[in-house]
């Protein structure tokens, strides 16, 4: 979609640091970590949100969620815990209008979330 800065990522207009890529999601490091290894795993199609899934595109991103995290926790084991979040619609803080998962890893020592 154009403008889309997250489909720009996907196309490789804009730079990031992936984490994660096959034919349908791509997970890449957050611009602004909250904790050391914050992603965001999306879908290679653009929907704007949770409302524009169907339970193809839901199955597509989420099952891949697990493998992520534990590459995100072999890149690094100081991690204790992780959440992970999302976002749908600007009242719920959404800010980018591509869906995006966010895998926030944990650590006791230098945790930076508030
Ligand atoms: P939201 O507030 O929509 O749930 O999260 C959007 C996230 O996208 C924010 O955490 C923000 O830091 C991140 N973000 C925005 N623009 C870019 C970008 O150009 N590159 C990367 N890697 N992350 C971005
Ligand atoms: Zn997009």
């Known amino acids: 979609m154009e403008n889309c800065i997250f489909c720009k ?16 999601v791509y997970a890449f490091l957050d611009i602004s970590q909250v904790t050391k290894g914050h992603t965001l795993v999306i879908p290679k199609t653009h929907v704007t949100d949770l409302f524009d899934y169907d339970a193809q595109l839901a199955s597509d991103l989420f099952s891949r969620i ?3 995290a ?4 072999k890149a690094f084991p100081e991690m204790e815990g992780l959440n992970m979040v999302n976002n749908n619609k600007a009242l ?10 966010h895998l926030i890893p944990r650590y006791s020592k230098n945790d930076d979330f508030s």
């Open 9 to 24: 990522i996907i196309n490789q207009e804009i730079p990031s640091y992936k984490v994660y890529e096959d034919e349908l």
């Open 66 to 68: 697990p493998k992520i």
């Open 70 to 73: 534990k590459a995100i926790e």
């Open 92 to 101: 719920a803080y959404q800010s980018v209008f591509h869906s995006h998962v």
